[in-house]
Each structure stands twice: as structure tokens, then as C-alpha cells.
């Protein structure tokens, strides 16, 4: 089976950073994202990983979901 580690996730206008997972493949960011276009850092348990640029434009909504080449 494989898990993944910890997203990283670089939006425009803040540094890299951490999401932390609240349930199942529910993750959540700690600081504001709104207005910014959202990149994903993943990497697996077996050491894969997997950069998506700009998986959501600037505009994406809550509740949105998407897909990327890789995941």
C-alpha cells in the first residue's frame, strides 16, 4: 500500500508550506489562500514524487476539486 507524506503547497504570494491532513484525503492549509493560484509538492511513501504548477487558477473556490498529470 502506498501512503503519502505531507503535501507542500506554494501559492503566488506565500512561501512553501505544509498542509496538514484532517481526515482522509481532506488536507488543510494554515494561511489564507484565497485570490492565489495553487501549486502541489507530493511526495509517497516510496519516495515519489510527483510537482503540479498551477493545478487551480487564482480563482478556484472551496469545495473545488481537480486533477493533475502524476496523481
Known amino acids: 500500500m502506498i501512503g503519502v507524506t505531507p503535501f507542500l503547497l506554494q501559492a503566488r504570494n506565500t512561501n512553501c508550506q505544509s498542509m496538514t491532513r484532517n481526515y482522509g484525503a481532506n488536507w488543510r492549509a494554515l494561511q489564507p489562500l484565497q485570490g492565489q493560484a495553487l ?27 481537480a486533477t493533475a498529470p502524476g496523481f
Do not use: L
Open 39 to 65: 501549486s502541489f509538492k507530493v511526495t509517497d511513501s516510496h519516495d515519489r514524487t510527483v510537482i503540479a504548477s498551477n493545478v487551480f487558477p487564482a480563482n478556484w473556490q472551496f469545495g473545488q476539486t
